[in-house]
């Protein structure tokens, strides 16, 4: 990508103090099947960050690796007996166990301290500078940072070599490597950035920005170390200033401070804003915190926004008004063993038009980032265009009950706590991220009791957990549901469920659905999982919808039948979960995910490599997903002629109130309107209210389209198009109506 920076600190323009050299690019790597030597050989080039996969020449067998879980699932589902059953973590069928990368770099004169940090890599790292082993990291999903001092050539060509695993299985089962039920391939590599950095001492190890709404403020805890064998004196000066255009907004008093020999302290000072411009997803703005001690400085990006979650109303709250999220999911590990994958999550132009762009067409606010954790860069990006992001740690055990409890994980406590820790401060400073999630789907009292306590006071923004399938580790934290409606009928082989049972299904029986009744004590609810019907990028159903979709539309349904009615579907749940006002997060699954045959799920996109998505998706989703949403509570197939009222549910997701009108029409395929009924409206900010609309249903059999409508008045402020919300319908005679 074209832009570095990290929610470590990074270096800074204004000062020579630190000198940052990025290594990201392309580099030599080898394999072996022991870990203690280094190879002779290194007989390909791989891009840094990126996969083992993009090496040239290939390495054969590359992904190969049979996980428990999938073991255990693919054994559930009766594709491999129960003799093939393997242990925690996993099996691995490749020649080899370890992959070795190779570059050099030059250590610039007149510094003292060098550290090296790799952002990310799989399946864990081990580090050796010009043939001096300088330690390891077992961490797959945080970063590793790496001493160099001793071992640095100054002014002088130096020999990097870093050590990653060929597959899950080199590391412990009871340390998380990634754990998913669905994940057919585990491919190795460096997939985030790789730097190295000099500086004087006394050094900045690391800056974490807290910020204050009311009144505005900052609080920054600063760490600071003496890397030097006397004692010495640090005048540290914190300096803040707009991140476009660099205006200076406010500074701290300076500081002296004395270190003894060795010593690291931790300086925390509250810095005042006044007039400080809040972040928002729709006006992201970003200061730079400038750190310096007279041997180092860096800057820190951050921006001005508190966000936390309420039991006493089950709501979000950003900047201390109510907040809705609205969005998806990204499980990018899982797209790691898609075919076009390739080099797309490193390619800036590609992440930004899918963080973005596509985002902001279907009124999305928000996504998870699920079951894998994403590179730097793409939360740098979510930062500037105002995402908000449910950020994910990469563990999903289910319940024994589900899967063999005695083929299950038990989690080395302490190395969660650990690696949980490092996890949250590489990404504590990005105002897009909102909330921390301890896992996924999960059943394991070893997150609440143990993890969580551990590290949420880590966190100086106090931002609310999410705790999988267990009880909420403190009384405000979020509650996960995944109501998937259609699940039921892919497990017992015949339809369960019709869209028309939403006309009277409440929130209690989501709630249960999901899987949350027994945690939820008016915990704020996100469902970040709903949909089931995927369809692979050709139209051809996932191994969870192929029993489905014969049973909805037929065993002679098309492709583009099947593309129509998922997105006809995904936008019945949505409309009907946002309109209850029960859920304060309603994310679809998945909008980037695997597209391959015999895969459990996929995304809605035709062209992953153009991100051209499914045109109907785009068309319902971005209607279902409006701030101003409508729910036309009417889901039947068949409509019989006659008077009738239909019930339109609005929600207004804006933090003004909103004044408009409704209009229901029945139409034909060419837009001939055969009955019309419209009423106004009156919304407060964050509101909801329902509508009741008389009208005469001609008697005229066929198939039309049931529309509902509505438009906030022009003089509104901020103008916005009106939200449409459709029913495919048939008018029947009396005698076949279905209601």
Not at 206 to 230: C, E, F, M, W, Y
Not at 660 to 689: M, N, P, Q, S, Y
Request: hydrophobic share 40%; proline share 6%; net charge negative.
């Amino acid at each position: 990508m074209k832009e570095r920076s990290s929610s470590h600190p990074t270096p800074t323009n204004k000062s020579s103090a630190r000198v940052t050299l990025s290594l990201d690019g392309q580099w030599n790597v080898g394999e072996s099947l022991e870990g203690t030597a280094v190879p002779r050989d290194f007989p390909s080039r791989c891009q840094v960050p990126g996969l083992v996969r993009l090496a040239q020449p290939p390495f054969p067998h590359v992904d190969e690796f049979e996980s428990c879980e999938l073991n255990q699932n693919l054994i559930r589902h009766g594709t491999l007996p129960e003799s093939a059953r393997v242990a925690p973590p996993g099996r691995s069928t490749q020649p080899r166990n370890y992959f070795w990368y190779r570059t050099t770099f030059r250590a610039p004169a007149g510094y003292t301290s060098g550290w090296l940090t790799i952002e990310k890599a799989q399946f864990g790292m081990g580090v050796w500078l010009n043939g001096r082993a300088l330690g390891t990291e077992p961490a797959c999903f945080s970063s590793g940072r790496f001493e160099l001092t001793e071992a640095l050539r100054w002014d002088a060509e130096n020999e990097l070599v870093v050590r990653v695993g060929a597959h899950p299985g080199v590391l412990p089962a009871s340390y998380p490597a990634g754990s998913d039920f669905e994940k057919f391939q585990w491919t190795p590599g460096i997939y985030d950035s790789v730097s190295v950095a000099f500086c004087n001492n006394p050094v900045v190890t690391s800056v974490q920005v807290a910020p204050r709404v009311d009144p505005r403020a900052i609080v920054v805890q600063t760490k600071l170390a003496n890397r030097s064998g006397k004692a010495c004196t640090a005048q540290l000066a914190q300096r803040i200033s707009e991140w476009r255009g660099g205006a200076q907004v406010a500074e701290a008093a300076a500081q002296s401070v004395r270190l003894a020999a060795g010593e690291t302290i931790t300086i925390t000072q509250t810095i005042a804003l006044p007039g400080g411009r809040l972040w928002s997803p729709e006006d992201p703005f970003l200061y730079v915190l400038e750190t310096s001690t007279g041997g180092d400085a860096v800057t820190t990006r951050f921006g001005l926004r508190e966000f936390r979650s309420d039991s006493k109303t089950g709501k979000f709250y950003l900047n201390g008004e109510s907040c809705f999220l609205r969005g998806s999911n990204i499980a990018l590990h899982r797209f790691f063993e898609d075919k076009q994958c390739g080099a797309l999550p490193w390619d800036e132009a590609w992440v930004r038009k899918l963080l973005a762009e596509i985002p902001r067409q279907l009124n999305w606010n928000a996504f998870r980032f699920s079951i894998g954790p994403v590179p730097q860069r793409w939360f740098e990006i979510a930062d500037e265009c105002g995402l908000l992001i449910q950020n994910e740690f990469f563990v999903w055990t289910s319940h024994p009950k589900w899967h063999a409890p005695q083929y299950g994980r038990t989690w080395d406590a302490d190395e969660l706590i650990r690696q949980y820790g490092a996890w949250m401060s590489d990404h504590w400073n990005h105002p897009s991220v909102v909330i921390w999630d301890a896992c996924n789907e999960t059943f394991d009292p070893v997150f609440g009791e143990k993890v969580i306590p551990a590290v949420r006071g880590l966190d100086l923004s106090n931002r609310p957990w999410d705790n999988g399938y267990n009880q909420p580790a403190a009384p405000d934290d979020p509650v996960e549901i995944h109501p998937y409606f259609h699940a039921a009928s892919h497990w017992e082989n015949k339809l369960l469920f019709d869209l028309s049972e939403l006309e009277t299904k409440t929130p209690e029986e989501v709630i249960k659905l999901g899987s949350a009744e027994e945690n939820w004590h008016g915990n704020p609810l996100i469902i970040n999982e709903y949909g089931w019907l995927w369809l692979h990028r050709d139209g051809t159903p996932s191994s969870l919808a192929e029993r489905v979709y014969p049973m909805m539309l037929g065993a002679n349904a098309s492709a583009e039948d099947r593309f129509a009615h998922y997105a006809y579907d995904i936008a019945a749940e949505t409309e009907f979960f946002r309109s209850s006002r029960r859920f304060a997060g309603v994310l679809h699954f998945s909008y980037l995910t695997e597209s391959h045959h015999g895969g459990y799920t996929s995304d809605p996109f035709r062209d992953i490599r153009a991100l051209k998505l499914d045109p109907y998706f785009a068309d319902y989703a971005s209607e279902a997903f409006k701030p101003l949403g409508v729910f036309l509570k009417f889901l039947h197939s068949t409509l019989t002629a006659g008077a009738r009222t239909f019930v339109v549910n609005l929600v207004n997701d804006y933090a003004h109130a909103v004044q408009g009108r409704v209009v229901l029409t029945l139409e034909t395929e060419k837009g001939e309107i055969l009955a019309r009924a419209e009423k106004t409206f009156a919304l407060a900010a964050f509101g909801d209210g329902a509508v009741d609309l008389a009208c005469t249903i001609p008697e005229r059999l066929g198939h039309y389209l049931l529309k509902a409508t509505a438009s906030i008045n022009q003089s509104a402020k901020p103008a916005a198009a009106p939200t449409v919300g459709r029913r495919k319908v048939e008018v029947v005679a009396q005698k076949s109506a279905a209601i």
